[in-house]
């Protein structure tokens, strides 16, 4: 109350024009201003001649002179400053979103505690009891809440310091001994500890799950930096490729251009040398013309006669001209010759820029994906294979269509390649596989393999290094009078499962999943194997049973 008078005896101390400044001049009447304020109204009343107190309204006749008044302004800064020292600040009052000092009165203060024994709440000002009394030492204090009501039992009034395990909520003593008698009941803080328990572990699994998509993310950064690397890398060597392409071109050309300039120079060089010889000749020719028309104009027959005889010996004509004039091709045949080169360049380029398409395309930035589940799933990536006649062994008889390869007793005269097994009746396609890529193989025989090797697998002699499932470049399996068994590196899987007519073989190069499965209405699993591919793969079939067969199946 001492508060609010000094509040209002403080609020006479102010100017009573602008109500802000303190007053600092007196005039005559006794009533007093701020400076600024009492001349602004006098500059005004000057145009009238007489000037008044703004407060009084007494009238003088000329301006009156001002005073200041220090007693006063000393004074009102000494009642300011004891005001501002007793005034809380504005923020140690409760707002709307703030828990109130219950034992404040008048404009309440924001709590600092809550005693859950007082069940009140308290500022700093009221709080003292509870740090300085030693009953009160005992009691215990939380941050103030508005939900804190919510630990009252409504029913009791008493804090709710038991959990019911039975009905699952916070209770009070009372409510233990009575509604909830025959429950099982423990401490709140009992129950807590419990639950903190299960919420520890939760945590640890949730971080756990941090950490793991953490790693998860900064591999994929450093993917996203290594396709990026690789980007870069490839178009800088595709860049250098193409041009070295370009300069061959170009040299070609060049050494083109120099030939037929060469060889123009030659053949025009011998037209111009038997040109000069014609012209030579027919010079003479006309030279001795002349002599004989002038001859064939002598009159004097004597004349004539005696010079006949030595005209004539040198009228004599020469060998008719050799050359025979006929349409000749010249250079065009050259021009032929270097249009055949750029249709066979363009079939090369249409040819192998399918492949360079189908690689880049092939590039997968994504995260592995599932397997399919269906046979319609599987059939999204199929892809069309072949067998390689380089490959196969002689004694497969390979199908016109290049998809069917059946064992024959007799040796066939395939060329010699390379790239030929010459000891284990086997082939590989001719396609390279990458990406995820599904086919289908069926066969009418009892020991057939089906297989992926890299290119690179050995292709001479009987040892393992050539069959496949038997070294480390190739993963087969083997399909032998009913049973099933899945080799890799010469290390044998035992599978158990009814033998189909039909293999289903699911790759994903990227993710190095190679999966075999029984083709039917449903699709069942005999194999996967998880690995690293390092290479493209080539599919792969063999053979050991004479007039049998075993074919690539056309996928619709």
Not at 416 to 424: E, S, V, Y
């Amino acid at each position: 109350m001492a508060q609010k008078r000094a509040q209002l005896d403080q609020e006479t101390f102010y100017c009573s024009i602008c109500l802000d400044n303190l007053v600092l001049v007196t005039n005559p009447c006794g009533h007093s201003y701020c400076m600024d304020c009492i001349k602004s109204f006098w500059d005004e009343e000057d145009q009238k001649g007489i000037h008044s107190c703004p407060q009084c309204r007494k009238t003088f006749t000329r301006r009156p002179d001002l005073e200041k008044n220090s007693t006063v302004g000393d004074l009102v800064k000494q009642m300011k400053k004891i005001s501002l020292q007793a005034a809380p600040a504005d923020h140690c009052y409760a707002g709307p979103e703030d828990v109130a000092c219950d034992f404040c009165s008048g404009r309440k203060l924001k709590a600092t505690k809550f005693c859950l024994v007082c069940l009140a709440s308290y500022c700093e000002k009221h709080l003292h009891p509870h740090q300085d009394e030693h009953p009160f030492k005992k009691h215990k204090l939380v941050e103030p809440s508005k939900n804190l009501q919510e630990n009252i039992c409504s029913r009791h009034d008493e804090v709710m310091k038991m959990f019911c395990r039975t009905d699952q909520k916070c209770i009070c003593y009372l409510c233990s001994v009575d509604e909830h008698k025959g429950h099982d009941t423990v401490s709140a803080a009992a129950e807590r500890a419990e639950r903190q328990r299960e919420l520890e572990v939760r945590r640890q699994t949730i971080q756990q799950g941090i950490q793991d998509r953490e790693k998860d993310v900064k591999l994929l950064q450093q993917e996203v930096e290594a396709i990026n690397h690789s980007a870069d890398k490839t178009v800088e060597d595709s860049e250098e490729i193409f041009s070295q392409l370009i300069r061959l071109i170009q040299k070609r050309s060049s050494d083109v251009k120099q030939q037929i300039r060469s060889q123009q120079e030659t053949e025009v060089s011998r037209v111009k040398e038997l040109q000069e010889k014609l012209e030579q000749e027919i010079t003479e020719l006309k030279r001795r013309d002349a002599e004989l028309k002038q001859l064939s104009h002598t009159e004097d027959h004597n004349q004539f006669l005696h010079n006949y005889p030595s005209v004539s010996a040198l009228s004599e004509s020469p060998h008719s001209s050799s050359i025979k004039t006929k349409p000749l091709r010249y250079f065009e045949d050259v021009t032929a010759a270097v249009e055949e080169l750029r249709d066979k360049l363009q079939d090369i380029l249409r040819d192998k820029w399918t492949n360079i398409s189908l690689t880049v395309s092939e590039v997968d930035v994504l995260l592995p994906q599932p397997e399919p589940k269906s046979r319609a799933g599987f059939l999204k990536y199929s892809c069309k294979i072949t067998l390689d006649p380089n490959t196969v062994n002689e004694y497969l008889l390979l199908s016109e269509e290049n998809r069917k390869v059946t064992r024959t007793m007799f040796h066939l005269p395939y060329s010699g390649h390379p790239d030929r097994f010459t000891d284990h009746h086997q082939v590989l396609s001719r396609e390279s596989l990458t990406g995820r890529r599904y086919w289908e193989v069926e066969w009418s025989n009892t020991d057939v393999d089906v297989a992926v090797a890299y290119k690179n697998v050995r292709r001479a002699g009987r040892g393992n290094q050539c069959k496949f499932g038997h070294n480390d470049k190739s993963w087969a399996l083997n399909v032998f009078y009913g049973s099933y068994k899945f080799l890799h590196n010469s290390i044998s899987t035992s599978i158990s499962a009814p033998q189909p007519s039909k293999v289903g073989v699911y790759l994903d190069h990227r993710a190095g999943v190679l999966s075999f499965y029984s083709v039917s209405e449903t699709m069942t699993l005999l194999h996967r194997v998880q690995t690293t591919f390092t290479q493209p793969l080539h599919a792969g079939v063999a053979t050991d049973g004479t007039g049998d067969s075993i074919e690539l199946c056309k996928l619709e």
